[in-house]
């Protein structure tokens, strides 16, 4: 069906503001790429020798990751996000450079297996390996038996989640506020890892209050308990996602680790992502907000942290071209109806720092069918790409 792009003719008209003086993302990006690199500095500590590392083995200079039997290569992770983190987003964040990624939370209520979420969510047909599934709970035998299903459906590596501060998860202890009592927690892990013959991983935050940061001590636990790695949010419970992540306890937890350590929490830039695997030791770094509407920032890292070079900014025909392979995955995994409605939280974060974001996404909302969607995010695409040059020659 042809689209009118009527009422979002300023796309065009702002791109490069009424006097050409508007400075878009794109033009920013390039005035930053021109000038030195800038430093990221998280705080004073020199690294120190860590008999973890003698775990890692290093081919070629580089060191590598291992959870089990699995490399993780590049060493950064797609972090588990409810609501993100569907089936064509870890495919897509795999496919721009991402080594590892792993499922949205799965329920541990065996009553909740057969809905059509959680089978969408356990389906895993055509994801690159290692596949990853978060399990959620707080009872140890419905989460082991979780883990068995999940296994059963194609799951390679089992994470469980006390990570998530979310209400709906906490108010039934699962998540972050199982942290609060360390005996149920070991009794979940001696559980879950005795349930399954794959690697367990967990993930947790620093702990469950900012005065009660007993990360290291959940972290000693998970060791002897036989997890094969462990994820740390550099935030407390109660902290939910205000203030920034500290990446002290992070890396208090690193030096005394014989199991890989990743470092999660704020990461949004290739320069964030080295400082924080220097100023940790971490072995792997998880991404999760900076990834929505910016795939490719696996890549980004990764080259980043190999060469110590950035890559240029991506045009806006490649994003366009990147988002609209997202919208068709959306629309075949999840169904037209559904998709369509899903595919919007991804459009809104593929524009937010574009010009004209605002009258693109009122229209763009109101497309009720793939095709729709699809032409207009291409029309919107197709217009900043040609107002590129001028930009450029604004900049
Ligand atoms: C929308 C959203 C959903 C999330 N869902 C989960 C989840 O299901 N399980 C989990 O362990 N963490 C969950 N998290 C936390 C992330 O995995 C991650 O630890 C957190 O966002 C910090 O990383 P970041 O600063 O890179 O985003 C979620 C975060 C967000 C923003």
């Not at 569907?86 to 897509?92: G, T």
């Not at 220097?278 to 190999?306: C, K, N, S, V």
Request: aromatic share 6%.
């Amino acid at each position: 069906m042809p689209v009118r792009l009527e009422g979002v003719t300023a796309w065009r008209g702002a791109v490069g503001g009424p006097n050409g003086r508007r400075r878009s993302r794109f033009t920013r990006s390039r005035q930053r790429r021109s000038s030195p690199p800038p430093t990221v500095e998280i705080g004073v500590r020199s690294r120190r020798g860590n008999p973890a590392r003698a775990r890692m083995r290093a081919v070629n200079g580089r060191i590598l990751m291992q959870i089990g039997p699995y490399r993780i290569e590049p060493r950064l992770i797609l972090a588990p996000m409810a609501g993100v983190t569907d089936k064509p987003f870890r495919r897509l964040c795999k496919r721009l450079g991402a080594g590892y990624a792993v499922s949205e939370m799965t329920a541990s209520n065996p009553q909740l297996w057969e809905t059509r979420k959680s089978r969408l969510r356990m389906d895993h047909d055509g994801e690159p390996a290692p596949i990853g599934v978060q399990i959620a709970g707080a009872d140890p035998q419905m989460l082991a038996a979780a883990a068995r299903h999940n296994v059963e459906h194609g799951a390679q590596i089992v994470d469980i989640n006390m990570g998530c501060p979310a209400k709906k998860v906490c108010r039934v202890w699962s998540g972050s506020a199982l942290l609060q009592d360390e005996v149920l927690v070991e009794q979940i892990l001696r559980a879950v890892v005795a349930a399954v013959k794959v690697p367990v991983t967990l993930k947790i935050r620093t702990g469950w209050h900012r005065d009660h940061r007993n990360g290291p001590r959940i972290a000693r636990m998970a060791e002897d308990c036989g997890i094969a790695a462990l994820t740390i949010h550099g935030r407390t419970r109660d902290m939910h996602y205000s203030g920034s992540a500290e990446y002290d306890t992070i890396a208090r937890i690193k030096q005394s680790a014989q199991i890989p350590i990743i470092a999660n929490g704020d990461i949004d830039t290739p320069e964030k992502a080295r400082a924080v695997l220097d100023y940790t030791g971490a072995d792997a770094l998880m991404i999760g907000r900076a990834a929505q509407g910016r795939p490719w920032i696996f890549a980004e890292i990764a080259h980043y942290l190999t060469t110590g070079e950035k890559l240029p900014e991506k045009s806006a025909a490649e994003v366009g071209r990147i988002l609209v392979g997202h919208l068709r995955e959306l629309h075949a995994f999840y169904g037209e109806h559904a998709g369509v409605r899903i595919a919007r939280k991804h459009l809104g974060w593929y524009a937010k720092d574009r010009p004209e974001n605002r009258a693109f996404m009122t229209v763009v909302n109101q497309a009720q069918c793939a095709n729709q969607q699809i032409e207009l995010a291409q029309q919107y695409f197709a217009q900043l790409e040609r107002a590129e040059p001028a930009m450029q020659r604004a900049a």
